[in-house]
């Protein structure tokens, strides 16, 4: 499956990287995109945005255009052909 995958903020600006294809033989959670990327691209990605087992605060994941929040968090299902925007909790002062 293949899926169309987008960084935004502060992640887009640690990983230089504005969105990529990742490609995987099997169906994924959101939970196992984001331990993939983290070997596959960045080993920073899941900590980012997961703590114990949750997301972080902020964190917000859409999924062809749905937030993860109100589908079923990390174990929301993608599917090939999926967007999957990733926005890292906001950092201010």
Do not use: C
């Not at 087992?53 to 929040?69: A, D, E, R, V, Y």
Request: glycine fraction near 8%.
């Amino acid at each position: 499956m293949k899926l169309h995958v987008e960084f935004y903020s502060t992640l887009r600006l640690d990983l230089k990287i504005k969105k990529l294809e990742y490609e995987s033989e099997s169906e994924l959670t959101v939970e196992q995109l984001l331990h993939r990327l983290s070997l596959d691209v960045n080993p920073t990605i899941y900590d980012k945005l997961v703590r114990g087992g949750q997301p972080i605060k902020g964190t917000n994941i859409l999924i062809n255009g749905k937030s993860f929040w109100h589908l079923n968090l990390l174990n929301t299902p993608l599917h090939d052909g999926d967007k999957v925007q990733i926005f890292p909790p906001a950092a201010g002062g």
